[in-house]
Each structure stands twice: as C-alpha cells, then as structure tokens.
C-alpha cells in the first residue's frame, strides 16, 4: 500500500524491526489471552465479550463494519492486533491501560468515516477502540439539548432529536453513517452552518477520558483542553466518551432543491462564476453547494459536457425562497416545481440521497456500504474564481481519469462570519467566500489505478493553488489529507507538524501544541496527523531557569575570566535578544513566528568562549548552531528542530593583511566585504577570489568551497588557503600542524558545522592589476538575447583565464 510504504522511510525500519521484534508475542494466539488476563485482574470479565483478535471468526466482520475506504480493505493494509467494542467507559480505560502496558497505539473508531483511515490503519502494532456499542443519544427537550455517545451517528442523532421534537435540530454533516466521534472532533459542517455555524459551536459539555484514563468533563477538563477536542482533529487528546449538545430551533416546514443542469462549458462557466457573487448577499437562511462533475452522456464537439446539481436548504417556506432565488441568483431559473416543502428531518433523509418516501429508519442504519476507493482534499476561495480558471477546472475534468471526479462547492458567510477564528480550533471562519472538497472515487483495486487517480487529483490541486487562500493554503481536517504532511514514527517537531497544523488550523495550531503538551506530554494519543506535543526534553530546557542557570554556569567556568562571557550572552529575556537573533537572518522563510527560535545566542568574543560553549553542549547534550553571516540557504546556522543555541561568530572578526608574504589571518566572523576592504586599505594590487555579496560571511563561505569572480584566474576560495585555527570536539584549538591535513583538508570545502568551530583561516592574497575592466551589459529577447546565451556557452569556456562572465 503506498500510503504505507510512504510513511516508513528507510530510516525508520531498523526502528520498526525492533518495535515488531519486542511485539512478536502479540501475532500469536497469546495476546488474546493476554489481554483477556489484563480484564481478569481488573474485573472486567463482561469485557471478554467485545475483545477481537484474529483468532475470532468475527474479527474481519467487525473490522470492516465502519470500514469506509477500500484503499484501507486490502490484503497489505495493515490490520488492528486487538479491536475492543466497549460497552461502557471501563472498558474504554482497561484498553487503555493495556495498550500503555504493551506499548501499543490506540485508534479510536466513531463512524470510521475518515478520509485517510486513521481510526483503524496504523503502520506500527496497534489496538482499535471501536465506539460501535456506545451510541445512545439521550434528548432533553425542555432544556433544548442533547447528551451522545461517541458511537453514535450524525443519522441516529437527528432521528432521535425528531422522535422528539420537530422544531428542534442541530447543526451537523450530510452523511447520515459518519460518527460524532470523528465528526465534532474536526469542526463538522452542514445543510445549517450558515444559519448556526458548525457542530463545535455547540457543544456544551463532553466525556472524555485522559492519557491517565480519567473520566472529566468540562468542568474538571478545564477550558483549554475543552477548547481543543472541539475541533483540533480526533485521536489527538483523548477519547471522546459523549458529547452534550445545544439543539438549535429549526422551523416545523423547510425547504428543499437539487437542480441539476447539463451544461456546455461556456454556460457552466458563466452560471457558476455568476454564483460566486450571489453567494456574497444571500441570506443565511439559505445553504447552496453546488456539486460539479463531468456528464457520462451528453457531449459537446465529442468531448464530456459539465453537469451541476445546485443543492439548498432553506429554512422557510417555498414561495419566501423562489421569490428570494429570483432576485439574488436569477441565472439559475429556479422555479416553484424545483422545491419541495419537508421537515427538517426528511431533509437530512433527502440530502443522503435516499428516494423520497424513504422511511425515516434509515437514518438508524449504519450497515456497510459497499467501500469504493477514495481520496479527497480542500480548498478555502476567498474571492470568486475568475472564469479562466473555471474552464481549466472543465478541461481536467474531461481528463480520462476523470470520470468519477466530482468538486463539491459550498457557501460559506453568514453565522459563520460572526464566530471568530479562535473561538474554536477550527479557523476557516470570515474572509471565506466557500468551501471546495475535490473527491475522487474508483473501483479497480491495485497500486497502478491508486496512483493513477491519486495523481489526477494532486495535478488539479496543484493548478489551483493560485485561486485560492495563502500563506498557508487552508485545509478542512475532517477531510484528512495526508498528502499535506505526517507524524514521524518517532517524535515530530512543532516546526514539521506547522506544515500541516497551520493549514487545518492556522494560528490556533500553536494552542493545540501548548494543550497536548500539558495533557499528553509523552503522545499517548497520536496518529499520522495528531497534534505533537513540544518534546518534554525542549519544554524542560525552555522552561526551567535551573537548566538555563546551569548552562550558563558551565560557560563562566569553562572561559577565560579576562573576557567576561556573560556580556556576550543572550536569552528571550533580554531586550537585545530579538534584534541580536535578527541581525544576521537573511532569509525571511526564518524569520516567522512559527521558526523555532534559540534558547540562548552566545556571541563569542575570545576563543575560550567558543571552547565554553563547545564543552558545555556537549556535557548538556545541547544543539550548537555556529553562524557568522547568516546566509545559509536553510537557515541552518540559526534554526534547529530540537532544543538549541546560536554560537554567533560576528564579534570574532578581525583580518590581519601581511602583504610583504603575501597572506592575511582572517578571522570567521568577518564578512567579505570587509576582508576585500582591509586588503584594499594595504595594497592596490592584491584581492581575494571569493564570493560576490560583501555581506556573505567568511565562516559559512570558506567552509564550503567559495566561489566568484576571480575564480577562473585563481581558483576557489579554498584553493587559497593555506592554515587554519579551530577548535574541536573536545574544546582543543587546533591549527594545520596540530590537526592534521586530513581534517585541514575538510574544513576547506567540506561544509560549515561538520567538524568543529573554526576561529580564522589563513589565506594566499593574490595579485590584481592596478586597475580592471568590469562591464555589465543587458540584451532582451528581441534583441537577440536567445542566441547571444546560445553563443555564451560555446565560448565563455574557452576564454582566457582573466575574464569572468
Ligand atoms: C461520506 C462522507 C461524508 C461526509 N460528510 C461530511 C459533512 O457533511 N461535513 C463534515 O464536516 N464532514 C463530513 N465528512 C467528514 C467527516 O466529518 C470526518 O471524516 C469525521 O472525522 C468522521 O468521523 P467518524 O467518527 O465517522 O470517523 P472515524 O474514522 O471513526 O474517526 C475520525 C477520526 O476521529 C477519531 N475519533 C473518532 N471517534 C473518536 C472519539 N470518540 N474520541 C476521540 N477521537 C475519535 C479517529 O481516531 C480518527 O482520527 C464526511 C465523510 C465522509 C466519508
């Protein structure tokens, strides 16, 4: 499977061989045993009934029950070792236990709708806790809410509020199988969201059982990790035991339509960029999505017509909304005979799709359907997509891979402008014109039709990328995307999971962070795309003055007390500290909130300070960054994943030009723009053939190669020196003699960082006549610029040595 083959890199077998190793005991017939004994000693004999291990004849049955995506239904999809069907909350807290016990993963099952199979795939051994038999839905009409299980469906959940109350709903996705385990775990939009917002807006309480296998509840919760399972993605903070929800009015009699048009593409695309305007002014009584995909029949010139259901709910009666839809979007033509008056109920029946008169029973059903392949992603459109764009959309829909694509379009505004983005972890609020979910569906199983259809999707994904929202490009996590980025198996950086975390969840990504780290510090609860906590080890580095104290004593006393360190030294705390951190950062891609910023910057002012800071790392086992100009193209001389302090070279920067041997000791912190100048100020015919950009700095520069516009007459930069002083892993200060030509010749060209911090290098200056020719000279397309290029290459190599183009 790819998805698996992607998440394990090479580098992570060797870890996976171990952890499969020390579980061997679990692929026999044991571990049933085994768990069924860790019910024993805690008394959960009942339990026994609803444990499920491959020896059952009913552990495929159950495991492929809420099995929603065939690509997670094959032979090499890896499967659970144990599966629990809870019956009651002790059950949930011995799974727990055991699973902390054998050092397995936990997925928790609601619906099993999600897009990428997290609830029951995991590529290490793991346990699903399977919500199937907790799903009672009590209603409280009197107080307009409701208490569910978090094995309930969104289907059973509006069948039982109806039993109850036909004025009465509450505001959550189409799909009546999906679960609310799942489903309020990531947002949950719906038919009502612009009237109501969405599922998390009203939730008022919840069950949840924590890593240590407390029950809370938002009292005893507390309002930050409250805040965050409401919406910052499933599996991530613990198990959702229920959810108490505030039921919204809803009128007796609603109103319903799915028109669908057949359309050439010139009409599709004026009907649809029309509908991106009407959206803005429509009342938010009125939900409109519109579902786009190509006509298996009708053809235009022999190719594919677009075909488009435009789909509402309004909540009034039929002649409020003709009226309404004639006046704001009077393209479409809707009539009277295109709506259909109903409860609130039969409209959550209809927009399932089922035929009209279909009992409202079936919303009870959650029997498997047959699973088709899928993938999905989405978008967030902040201004109408202009009509070139739409017809690009159109000509990759009639792509052969194509034929069971489908875009989904869904208005936003309304009640959702009025919540703010913080308000729950879920952002995507005002500033959304609407919502694109792209699907893609297909029923021949192997690898070849998987990428097949998977790629379509990426190339559409990828043309849209101008159309729609930036920095970061919004994503829906309840329509998971592994494609945006993964957990390593091992621990995952708060800069790695930002990828992914800032486009589900954008600013609030650093909350959720700051909340798993003070509920699941050792990421109990994960799965591919859970929130990481900060590794305990960074959070006590960060946090503990005692730590900081004692690095900072281990630098006192490992530097010469002629040159106090503690002038050179700066935390967060001091007010220098941000423009000191600033001052040699040259590529803003470093320079945002979210980059992991050093502990501590020590600007070495002795070359026994540098041996301190060498010395104390080590013994702390703390990350060392050396920068001197700062101009590494990854920002590696300043920004670490792990815990780490800058060495910051620019105080160490002296050159001393001996021209009468020609040489000069220059000393890393230097740029060279002042290594040219101080040779310059002794002699008008010497220069060093080095780099371009005066700010570049010597250490980064030297280090790896050096190159510029002498280079055809005299060579790299490294061919030009001759010495070096540096210090070493064990704090000694080495020069060529003393450290060999072995290790002379890597610090010359074999990159910064690798062997140690070297203080100065000695260079051969070389011989410039008096005065040189420069030229710069520009030529466009028109004015032949395509040949003379094409001319370059055939002679600038053959130039004599002194020209450099
Ligand atoms: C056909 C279809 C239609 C959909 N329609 C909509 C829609 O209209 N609106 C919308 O917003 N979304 C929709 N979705 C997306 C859906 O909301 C998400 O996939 C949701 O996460 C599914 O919840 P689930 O319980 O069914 O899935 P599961 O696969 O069971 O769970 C999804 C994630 O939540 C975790 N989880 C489940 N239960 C719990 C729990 N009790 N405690 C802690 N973690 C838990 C799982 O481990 C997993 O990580 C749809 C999905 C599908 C496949």
Redesign the pocket.
């Given at each position: 499977m790819i998805r698996t083959m992607n998440s394990l890199s090479s580098s992570m077998f060797p870890f996976l061989f171990l952890f499969l190793f020390s579980f061997s005991w679990l692929a026999s017939a044991d571990r049933h045993e085994d768990f069924l004994q860790c019910l024993h000693s805690q008394n959960l004999n009942s339990l026994s009934k609803v444990v499920y291990t491959p020896i059952n004849s009913s552990y495929s049955y159950v495991l492929q029950f809420?099995l929603?995506?065939g690509r997670f239904n094959t032979s090499a999809t890896p499967k659970p070792l144990v599966i629990v069907t809870p019956l009651n909350v002790a059950h949930i807290q011995a799974a727990i236990t055991f699973s902390q016990k054998h050092g397995l993963q936990i997925?928790?099952?609601?619906?099993?709708?999600?897009?990428e199979?997290?609830?029951?795939v995991a590529v290490i051994p793991f346990v699903v806790i399977d919500?199937i038999n907790m799903r009672t839905v009590t209603v409280d009409v009197a107080n307009k809410t409701a208490w569910v299980q978090?094995?309930a469906?969104?289907g059973e959940v509006y069948y039982r509020i109806a039993e109850k109350s036909r004025t009465l709903a509450f505001p959550?996705?189409?799909?009546p199988?999906?679960?609310?385990?799942?489903?309020i775990?990531?947002?949950?939009?719906?038919?009502i969201m612009r009237k109501y917002g969405?599922?998390v807006d009203h939730i008022i309480d919840a069950q949840?059982i924590d890593v240590k296998g407390r029950i809370l509840d938002r009292a005893s919760m507390g309002e930050d990790l409250f805040w965050a399972?409401r919406g910052g993605?499933?599996?991530?903070?613990?198990?959702?035991?229920a959810w108490k929800l505030e039921l919204v009015p809803i009128p007796a009699s609603v109103t319903v339509f799915n028109v669908t048009r057949i359309l050439m593409k010139e009409d599709a695309t004026k009907l649809i960029h029309q509908w991106q305007y009407a959206i803005e002014k429509f009342d938010e009584d009125l939900f409109s999505r519109i579902f786009i995909w190509r006509s298996a029949n009708s053809t235009q010139d022999g190719k594919p017509m677009i075909q488009a259901a435009f789909t509402s709910l309004f909540l009034g009666g039929v002649d409020r909304l003709v009226s309404y839809m004639q006046q704001s979007f009077p393209e479409l033509g809707l009539v009277k005979e295109d709506c259909i008056e109903m409860r609130w109920i039969e409209s959550t029946v209809y927009f399932a799709q089922f035929p009209r008169n279909t009992s409202l029973e079936v919303l009870l059903n959650r029997n498997p359907r047959p699973t088709i392949f899928?993938k999905?992603k989405t978008d967030f459109v902040k201004e109408p997509i202009p009509k070139t764009a739409l017809e690009g959309i159109w000509e990759r829909l009639e792509q052969v891979e194509a034929e069971s694509a489908e875009l989904q379009f869904t208005a936003y505004g309304g009640k959702m402008n009025e919540i703010a983005e913080s308000s729950t972890p879920f952002p995507h609020r005002a500033g959304t014109l609407y919502q694109i979910h792209y699907g893609i569906s297909w029923d021949e199983e192997g690898i070849e039709a998987y990428a097949k259809y998977i790629s379509w999707m990426r190339r559409l994904y990828s043309y849209m990328a101008p159309y729609v929202s930036k920095n970061p490009r919004q994503a829906?996590?309840?329509?998971?995307d592994l494609d945006l980025g993964v957990n390593n198996l091992g621990n995952t950086s708060y800069r790695q999971a930002s990828i992914w975390g800032t486009k589900y969840f954008k600013n609030n990504f650093d909350r959720l962070v700051r909340v798993k780290t003070a509920v699941d510090p050792t990421n109990f609860?994960r799965?591919e795309?859970?929130i990481p906590p900060l590794s305990s080890w960074l959070l006590n580095i960060a946090t503990s003055d005692l730590a900081d104290e004692n690095f900072l004593q281990c630098l006192l006393n490992h530097s010469q007390p002629s040159y106090p360190i503690s002038s050179a030294i700066y935390t967060p705390n001091n007010d220098s500290y941000s423009s000191v951190l600033q001052s040699y950062i040259r590529n803003l891609r470093f320079n945002m909130s979210t980059t992991p910023k050093p502990l501590l910057i020590l600007t070495a002012l002795h070359a026994s300070h540098v041996q301190a800071a060498i010395i104390c790392a080590r013994e702390r086992n703390f990350q060392m960054k050396i920068r001197s100009g700062g101009h590494d193209y990854e920002g590696v001389s300043y920004v670490s994943d792990v815990p780490f302090f800058v060495l910051d070279m620019f105080n160490l920067r002296s050159i001393d030009v001996d021209v009468a041997s020609e040489t000069a000791w220059v000393e890393t912190g230097a740029t060279l723009g002042e290594v040219y100048y101080r040779i310059s100020e002794k002699s008008k015919t010497h220069g060093f053939p080095a780099g371009v950009c005066p700010t570049v700095g010597v250490g980064g520069h030297f280090g790896g190669g050096g190159y510029g516009n002498m280079m055809r007459k005299y060579g790299l930069t490294v061919d030009n020196i001759i010495d070096a002083k540096m210090v070493d892993v064990n704090g000694r200060l080495l020069d060529r003699e003393s450290m060999g030509e072995d290790l002379f010749w890597a610090i010359t060209g074999g990159g910064g960082s690798s062997f140690g911090v070297v203080l100065a290098y000695k260079i051969n200056i070389v011989r410039v006549p008096e005065v040189v020719t420069v030229f710069r000279v520009r030529r466009t397309v028109e004015q032949n610029a395509t040949d003379i290029v094409e001319q370059w290459q055939q002679v600038a190599y053959n130039l004599e040595d002194d020209p450099f183009h």
């Open positions: 809420s929603r995506n997925r928790v099952r609601g619906g099993g709708h999600d897009y199979g997290l609830s029951y919500l978090g094995g469906t969104l959550a996705g189409v799909c199988t999906v679960g609310v385990g799942g489903h775990s990531g947002g949950g939009t719906g038919m969405l599922a949840l399972i993605g499933g599996n991530t903070f613990g198990v959702v035991v899928f999905g829906y996590v309840n329509y998971r609860f799965n795309q859970s």
